[in-house]
């Protein structure tokens, strides 16, 4: 499975842009529908991260 693959609305507390970051990250043929700044990256990390 890929990313796009994955069902993310389903995900509990699954910030808005994780989906494209991991696309963007892991799916080399599928590029992130729009650039993602290094601030959002860091945000989208942060949130989704264990602490």
């Not at 069902?7 to 494209?20: E, K, L, N």
């Not at 080399?28 to 860091?42: G, L, M, Q, R």
């Amino acid at each position: 499975m890929g990313c796009a693959d994955a069902a993310w609305p389903q995900i509990p507390d699954c910030p808005d842009g994780i989906p494209a970051l991991f696309r963007g990250l892991l799916d080399d043929e599928t590029p992130p529908p729009e650039p993602i700044s290094a601030d959002e990256c860091e945000r989208l990390l942060n949130t989704a991260a264990p602490h």
